[in-house]
């Protein structure tokens, strides 16, 4: 049977890591960051792969790595999602990561080493709303070259290196300093979108592009929901503290009956939505015959629950929810980023629908 408690060693990762982004991630200066033109922290990205060695969990040992599996990084993202941390981990870390271990060329290897130690930051060039087995974009490779331009590309900002699917059905490196990206507006702040240029970049081959691209996506989307939870959980634990301080008629506002109820259901909702979660984490880190459809559940069921969370929390929170200075608007717009982000909750419902063969009504 699964197990999809938390083990020792993953308790021992959460609490360590709670402790250093209590240190280097506050809720104000993410608030300062996201108003400056440099919104990743690089500081505090430096802090979890040198110094804690996150940025290489899903890599091997043998090739820098640490060789954790995913149940892992779900812990990760549990947290850096409490702390809406503005730092490119779901898109170097996950993404770009799982992108190359598909990749069987020198070339690839080189660079998952490059990623797993932090020291080079990568991101899969693919609009951040395509689903896993959804059509994506592609740029025209001639001679050696890239030519074409993408949008919605995650992180491209904060990249060194990004891996671009090309019309041959290969997947290319291409360096960062050879492309042009152009920031988009980004509901997001902590996690900002861009435009990719290619204007004849120079591209190395990786390997072929549909089966890592396929094995990339499925992952953000499966670990995307272990963020999710993180989101929502720190939504209602902050919201259960206010309630309980905030008075009215001399008497806790929490105690109202009606606050309550809502209460409850958004603690029904969070529980459902960490068992789901866990479920895809666990389905991937053991390669089960069943991870598209956890991965499907997950983020059918993770994506709502974290934007209603977000939404209840900033009308609980009465004014001081309503003001730039209380963070609950980082989490609500990351919460409604997340949603569109590797498929809707409503494509995911439909791959779910094909995966287990229910017919339409």
Known sequence: MTDLLYSEEEEALRAALRDLLADHCDAAGVITRVETDTPHD??????????????????????????????????????????????????????ATEALLACESEEAAGLLTA???????????????VAPRAAHKAVRHEDGALHGELTGIADAAAADVLLVPADDGALYAVDADAVTVTTQVSLDLTRPVATVTFDGAPARRLGDAEPAVRRALRAGAG???????????????????????????NRPVGGFQALKHRLAQLWLEVVNTRAAARNA???????????????AVAQAYAAPVAVHTAEEALQLHAGIGMTWEHPVHLYLKRAKADSIAYGTAGRHREALAELVDLQAP
């Not at 409490?82 to 981990?89: I, K, M």
């Not at 670990?223 to 008629?249: H, I, P």
């Open 42 to 95: 690089r500081a505090l990205w430096k802090a979890l792969a040198d110094g804690m060695g996150l940025a290489g969990l899903l890599v091997p040992e043998s090739q820098g790595g640490q060789g954790a599996t995913h149940r892992e990084v779900a812990v990760v993202l549990e947290e850096l999602g409490r702390a809406v941390a503005p730092v490119p981990y779901l898109t170097s870390a996950v993404v």
């Open 115 to 129: 990623l797993a130690s932090g020291r080079t930051i990568g991101a899969l060039a693919i609009a951040l709303n």
């Open 223 to 249: 670990l995307l929901a272990s963020e999710q939870l993180g989101v929502a959980d720190w939504c209602l634990t902050e919201t259960v503290r206010y309630l309980k301080e905030r008075k009215q008629f």
């Open 281 to 295: 984490a666990d389905a991937l880190a053991t390669e089960s015959t069943d991870a598209d459809v956890a991965v």
